[in-house]
Each structure stands twice: as structure tokens, then as C-alpha cells.
């Protein structure tokens, strides 16, 4: 086949394949402005999903630390209950002694103040007696 020839089966002439390879960059230029837009809004995404975590982690440690805190808590205020009651049943005990040793050295009172009058009594009954 000579040239001739090749261009009269040719159905696509020279300026539309030159206007379709335009249209093509055109849609090309399109394309890689929308991947860059897309890699920056990637790039957008990423800062701020690395933000959001350090976030987290801080927040995760924050309530890490607050846990750990209300067991220190926790244990002192049942360390102070103990103590607390330590010291409450052995002020009872005390304060019981105490009652009791009263009581006794009351009766112990009682008693000599019986056993003096008794005594006044006996002395005056013999004086008189004697007389």
C-alpha cells in the first residue's frame, strides 16, 4: 500500500488526533492536579491522625496515672480505717480500766467510809460506855 492509500482508510484525520491528544493532556492536567489535592488532603489526614494519637497516648497515660493514684488512695484511706480502729478499740479498753478502777476505788471509798464510821462509832459507844 502505497501513502496514498493509507490515509483515504484512515478515518480520523490528523487534526482530530492532535485535538484528542490535547483533550487527553487536558484530562491528564485534570487528573494530576486532583492527585496532588488528593496527596494533600493524604498528608492532612496523616498529620492530624498522628496528632489524635499522641492525644491518646497522653489521655491513655493521663488515666493510667489516675488509676494508679486512686490505688495509692484506696490503700492509705484502708490503712487509716485499720489505724482507726486500732486506736478506737484501744481507747475503749482504756476508757473500761478506767471505769473499773474507779468503780473499784470507789468501792475501796465506800468501804473505808463504812469501816472509819464504824470505827467513830465503835470509839463513841466505848467513851460512853465508860463514862
Same mark, same amino acid.
Given at each position: ?40 488532603e ?17 489521655? $491513655? %497515660?493521663?488515666a493510667?496515672? #489516675? &488509676?494508679?493514684?486512686? /490505688? *495509692? ?5 484502708? =490503712?487509716?480505717?485499720?489505724?482507726? $480502729? %486500732?486506736?478506737?478499740?484501744? #481507747? &475503749?479498753?482504756?476508757l /473500761? *480500766? ?5 468503780? =473499784? ?16 462509832? *465503835? ?9
Amino acid at each position: 500500500m502505497d501513502m496514498l492509500s493509507a490515509s483515504t482508510y484512515c478515518p480520523i484525520s490528523l487534526s482530530d488526533l492532535i485535538d484528542k491528544c490535547a483533550g487527553l493532556e487536558n484530562g491528564a492536567t485534570v487528573r494530576d492536579r486532583e492527585v496532588s489535592t488528593l496527596k494533600t488532603e493524604l498528608s492532612s489526614a496523616k498529620t492530624e491522625f498522628s496528632r489524635k494519637s499522641q492525644e491518646v497516648d497522653r489521655v $491513655e %497515660a493521663k488515666a493510667s496515672q #489516675l &488509676e494508679q493514684r486512686i /490505688k *495509692e488512695l484506696q490503700q492509705d484511706h484502708e =490503712c487509716q480505717r485499720h489505724n482507726f $480502729e %486500732a486506736t478506737k478499740l484501744n #481507747l &475503749e479498753k482504756k476508757l /473500761k *480500766e478506767q471505769v473499773k478502777k474507779r468503780n =473499784c476505788v470507789k468501792d475501796c471509798s465506800y468501804s473505808s467510809d463504812v469501816f472509819f464510821r464504824r470505827e467513830i462509832m *465503835e470509839v463513841k459507844l466505848a467513851r460512853c460506855n465508860q463514862n
